[in-house]
C-alpha cells in the first residue's frame, strides 16, 4: 500500500524558511518523478514543484522560482522542499504526489497517491 506522509509545515514570518518533507512507504521514490502541489483557499491546486525519476530534471513555478528547493533522499525515500523568503501569499496546504510526470509544463499526476497535506501559513 503505497503512503505519502507530509511534514513540516507550520506558521513562520515573511522572509523565514520552512523545509516540508514527503516520507513514502509502499513506493520507492527513486523510481518515479515526484512533485510538491499547494491550495490556498478559494484558489485552484498549483503544481510548484518537481523533479523527475532521475533527479536530474527539476521544475519551479514562477511564483517560487529562486526560493525553493526540490530534492530528494534515496536512502530515505523522502523527497523535501527547501522554502527560503516565505511571503504571505505562499500560505496553503502543501501536497506531495507521486508518481507525476515532471516537464516543463510542472508536475502531472499519474494516477498518484497523496499525501495528507501540511499547512504552511505566512503571517506576521
Known amino acids: 500500500q503505497v503512503q505519502l506522509v507530509e511534514s513540516g509545515g507550520g506558521l513562520v514570518q515573511p522572509g523565514g524558511s520552512l523545509r516540508l518533507s514527503c516520507a513514502a512507504s509502499g513506493f520507492t521514490l527513486e523510481y518515479h518523478g515526484s512533485g510538491w502541489f499547494r491550495q490556498a483557499p478559494g484558489k485552484e491546486r498549483e503544481g510548484v514543484s518537481c523533479i523527475d525519476a532521475s533527479g536530474g530534471s527539476t521544475y519551479y513555478a514562477d511564483s517560487v522560482k529562486g526560493r525553493f528547493t526540490i530534492s530528494r533522499d534515496s536512502a530515505k525515500n523522502t523527497v523535501y522542499l527547501q522554502m527560503n523568503s516565505l511571503k504571505p501569499e505562499d500560505t496553503a496546504v502543501y501536497y506531495c504526489?507521486?508518481?507525476?510526470?515532471?516537464?516543463?509544463?510542472?508536475?502531472?499526476?499519474?494516477?498518484?497517491?497523496w499525501g495528507q497535506g501540511t499547512q504552511v501559513t505566512v503571517s506576521s
Open positions: 504526489a507521486a508518481p507525476v510526470s515532471c516537464s516543463d509544463y510542472g508536475p502531472m499526476p499519474l494516477s498518484a497517491s
